[in-house]
Nanobody, 128 residues
């Protein structure tokens, strides 16, 4: 069992930056691939970024490539999402999620329905 708690959301102007954090409970954090997802009002939840269980390999959705950076600190049981050059279309509730490392690591295997555990989300609002 893994419990995930996101933080760091808020209101920011377009072009600004925010860093989200996701703290995980338990000793097994390092055995999970970690992902960030987002859901805007009226839209489906979508993949944003992911970090492999051991670090070193990360994935990004095309709309955030070059602007967002995912990282993880297994010693602190925390995964981060650094978001730069934010746009109004980035406005959404951002969720972190975990999936066991016994699965292959790819965008195809890190879809929302594939994830094992979810946090409750943190709201990011980007004003124009």
């Amino acid at each position: 069992q893994v419990q995930l708690v996101e933080s760091g959301g808020g209101l920011v102007q377009a072009g600004g930056s925010l860093t989200l954090s996701c703290a995980a409970s338990g000793r097994t954090f390092s055995t999970y691939h970690m992902g960030w997802f987002r859901q805007a009002p009226g839209k489906e939840r979508e993949f944003v970024a992911a970090a492999r269980w051991s670090g070193g390999l990360v994935l990004y959705a095309d709309p955030v490539k070059g602007r967002f950076t995912i990282s993880r600190d297994n010693a602190k049981n925390t995964v981060y999402l650094q978001m730069n050059s934010l746009k109004p279309e980035d406005t959404a509730t951002y969720y972190c999620a975990a999936r066991g490392r016994d699965t292959a690591f790819s965008i195809a295997t890190m879809a929302p329905l594939d994830m094992d555990y979810w946090g409750k989300g943190t709201l990011v609002t980007v004003s124009s």
